[in-house]
């Protein structure tokens, strides 16, 4: 069964830059479109960022100007490049692969805490 591990989040001051990591345990991000979400207490999972297999991009409007979205397919590994954080944007980070009708092509990792301070 294939295995995403998040990874890079950590407690930082407002203002300040993260980059998130997410590796896979198999190949397939040529193959499937990626994104990273985040999620707070006593809310629903919420769309960060997402790539296609051909390297396109889209953000959420909350984070557009200031995330970016890459990946690496010869390592297997997503990244979520964060800068300019704000504390709005604490949160815990995972990834996955989505699907048509709200679904995902994989378990949940245990995702990555990013906790801004201001």
């Known amino acids: 069964q294939v295995q995403l591990v998040e990874s890079g989040g950590d407690l930082v001051q407002s203002g300040r830059s993260l980059r998130l990591s997410c590796a896979a345990s198999a190949s397939f991000f040529s193959i499937y479109t990626m994104g990273w979400y985040r999620q707070t207490p006593g809310k629903q999972r919420e769309l960060v960022a997402t790539i296609t297999s051909d390297g396109s991009t889209n953000y959420a409007d909350s984070v557009k100007g200031r995330f970016a979205i890459s990946k690496d397919n010869a390592k297997n590994t997503l990244y979520l490049q964060m800068n300019s954080l704000q504390p709005e944007d604490t949160a815990v980070y995972f990834c996955?692969?989505?699907?048509?009708?709200?679904?995902?092509?994989?378990?949940w990792g245990q995702g990555t805490q990013v906790t801004v301070s201001s």
């Open positions: 996955n692969a989505p699907r048509l009708g709200g679904r995902f092509y994989f378990p």
